[in-house]
């Protein structure tokens, strides 16, 4: 081979070097291929072993007797261990991680948004979540109706379910309450394992998720809020806060079902179906309720009472959480519900140090006095950002918690380190895990 100005010619006795590039090419490539191979390997064993592609899944349904009511519960449980994993976690006598229990969001029910939960379960430490759900209380005592009485009923789900796994609940206890009567599931008088607990709270499920980690101090280790409610003041009149809300919710549904024009309308679509199963059946079962339960005239009106407790503000003067490792909250960078706005945030790609302090010194001082890790982020999406980039929120959540199960592949973006507050927003491309 020889150049001839700008063209290359091949013949003649320089034919040998051609062959000769050929075969170093060849060589080559085998060794990029078994590197590759090699790399594919590794990683493959860090991020999940040999857990399997799908989850073990159980879900079902409960009859809950509380406060002199009866009301209808339903939960699903993922168990994403590898069986090498279940016989070291049984050794030990504890899981490898933190269990999950993931609070819905605004009457959603267990199957919704599951591909971020089976995300999230398998990626995490535990490989054990927990989705628990229940119709909204409303018993004869009215100091225990609506989130009041969740605090407990859920708790009491997961406790239950969680022990028919084997799996115990390390340092349970229960808040004095009216006794709560679970009916149609049995489980193990032993448990195999013990767990903590990180709870993660989507919008309304974020004020239900830290008022179960600010009444149950010893079993929760750590809190996610995403999307989440809790952060704004309504107003004082139940009335009046209830309505900004409703009317919030819905100028920010007309703005999600744009995601009809842009890609996503199934998504959209199983959001919505998610929610309107939950309030119907509320609804409907409130009137067996009364039947079975209490009879309670106004008992059919309890799905305004589930929309009048997402109007709760919540800082440290109603349910302080500063006995936990790490808090987490996100917001949805297009939510026009709870904007992240209204928590003194200006810029969301680049959060200012002052502004976080703010954040964090307002709603959480104990935390920042006992040097919880604190983390503030503003992802992509609206107010269903978790239904569109599923593994971005999910990612986020495990690697700011440190539950995550690997590092080894990290995301172009980085969550924020001990005792510091950073954010990054991630490109929806990049998840790795």
């Known amino acids: 081979m020889h150049r001839d100005s700008n063209k290359l010619y091949f013949f003649g006795d320089n034919k040998n070097s051609f062959m000769q590039s050929l075969a170093r090419l060849g060589t080559n490539m085998k060794r990029i291929f078994i590197l590759l191979t090699i790399y594919q390997t590794i990683i493959q064993y860090g991020l999940a072993q040999d857990r399997p592609l799908s989850p073990f899944t159980e879900s079902g349904s409960l009859h809950i007797g509380f406060n002199g009511d009866r009301i209808k519960a339903f939960y699903k449980f993922f168990d994403a261990r590898s069986e090498s994993e ?41 490989g054990i979540l927990i989705v628990p759900v229940c119709d909204t209380p409303f018993g004869v005592d009215s100091a225990w109706r609506g989130d009041a009485g969740k605090d407990i009923i859920l708790m009491e789900i997961v406790r239950t379910i969680f022990k028919k796994h084997g799996i115990g609940i390390a340092n349970y206890s229960i808040p004095q309450s009216p006794t709560v009567t679970i009916e149609g599931n049995g489980f193990k008088n032993n448990c195999d394992y013990h767990t903590s607990i990180m709870a993660i709270g989507y919008s309304h499920g974020a004020i239900l998720a830290r008022r179960a980690a600010s009444k149950f101090p010893a079993l929760i280790e750590h809190l996610i809020q995403i999307c989440p409610a809790g952060y704004v003041k309504w107003g004082e009149n139940s009335c009046l806060g209830s309505s900004k809300l409703l009317g919030s919710f819905l100028w920010e549904s007309m703005r999600i079902s ?52 997402c109007t709760l503000y919540l800082d440290d003067s109603n349910f302080p959480v500063g006995n936990l490792k790490s808090i987490t909250v996100i917001f949805g960078e297009s939510d026009s519900l709870f904007r992240y706005r209204d928590i003194g945030i200006s810029t969301p790609t680049t959060l200012q140090i002052r502004e976080i302090e703010n954040f964090f010194t307002t ?52 969550s924020s380190s001990h005792n510091t507050h950073a954010n990054k927003t991630p490109d929806p491309s990049q998840s790795k895990l």
């Open 86 to 126: 279940k016989k070291e976690n049984k050794a030990i006598g504890k899981l490898s991680g933190s269990a999950i229990v993931f609070y819905h969001g605004h009457a959603q029910r267990p199957d919704s948004a599951e591909e971020f939960t089976t995300h999230l379960v398998r990626n995490s430490r535990s």
């Open 258 to 309: 744009n995601g009809y024009l842009r890609g996503y309308g199934r998504t959209v679509t199983h959001a919505s179906v998610g929610m309107v199963r939950g309030l119907s059946g509320d609804c409907f079962r409130s009137f067996g309720s009364c039947i079975w339960g209490t009879f309670l005239p106004f008992k059919i009106f309890r799905p305004l009472l589930d929309i009048h407790d």
């Open 363 to 414: 709603y959480y001082p104990s935390a920042v006095k006992n040097g919880t890790r604190l983390s503030l982020h503003v992802l992509p999406g609206n107010h269903i950002g978790l239904f569109v980039y599923p593994k971005e929120y999910a990612t986020m959540s495990l690697l700011c918690a440190d539950e995550a199960k690997s590092r080894l592949i990290m995301p172009a973006w980085e």
